[in-house]
């Protein structure tokens, strides 16, 4: 069965540290992957993706993410958190061969302390 | 802005009423995905359609339905609506699935409020 995982529903981290938020995937075909944020009150905002190429994919407001396709694990990263960076992220699939399918993690708040 | 656009924003309706949700996708993006949010939820796939066409069906009730025109927008119909439909609707869309252009990521609307009393 197809599926995203993110197994932490909250992330806490001071602001100035680096910061993870975990993802795995189980999807037929070669996965898309992708990494969405969403601001209170907002609609998801597209951060980066993953489709094929450098394991290490840069996105938007400083944003990376690390494909490891033998852990089948999609983790974004930030190597310097800000307060602003405070919102709920989630992960994302689609489907390598039902392109149809969209399937998207439980979401996991990331807090960002002064 | 992500180019999409969902009308209305708030909705406030009784328990046992219909309401319609629109969205307007992206230009050029001829699928649409409905998706429901409720509070400190994730996001729960409900429907998709390619070019007036459904393609794809998530958890959606059966007092749930779903259509796209042939300009592309879509509604989302809910009926005999109870208090457990207070959520967060989003609609989101893509550009042509299985195109040369698609670069597969979705294109969220800001989201239909709706709220059950």
């Known amino acids: 069965a197809q599926s995203v995982a993110q197994p932490e529903d909250q992330v806490n981290v001071a602001e100035g540290n680096p910061l993870t938020v975990k993802c795995t995937y189980s999807v037929s075909g070669n996965p898309y992957l992708f990494w969405y944020v969403q601001y209170p009150n907002r609609g998801l905002q597209f951060l980066l993706k993953?489709?094929?190429?450098?394991?290490l994919v840069k996105g938007s407001y400083g944003f990376e993410a690390e494909f490891n396709k033998s852990q089948t694990s999609f983790h974004l990263k930030k190597p310097s958190a800000l307060v602003s960076d405070s919102a709920l992220y989630f992960c994302a699939v689609r489907d390598g061969y039902n392109f149809n399918k969209f399937y998207f993690g439980s979401g996991t708040k990331l807090n960002v302390k002064p | 802005d992500s180019g999409v656009t969902q009308t209305p924003k708030h909705l406030i309706t009784a328990t046992g009423q219909r309401v319609t949700l629109r969205c307007s996708p992206r230009?050029?993006?001829?699928?649409v995905y409905w998706y429901q949010q409720s509070l400190d939820q994730g996001l729960q796939f409900l429907i998709q359609?390619?070019?007036?066409?459904?393609?794809a069906k998530g958890n959606i009730l059966e007092r749930f339905s779903a259509q796209q025109f042939p300009d592309l927008h879509s509604e989302l119909n809910l009926s005999s609506l109870e208090l457990g439909d207070s959520a967060l609707y989003f609609c989101a869309s893509s550009v042509s699935v299985g195109g040369s252009s698609n670069t597969g990521e979705l294109f969220f609307g800001e989201g239909s409020r709706l709220t059950v009393l």
């Open positions: 230009s050029g993006d001829l699928s």
């Open positions: 359609y390619y070019n007036g066409e459904e393609r």
């Open positions: 993953y489709i094929t190429g450098d394991n």
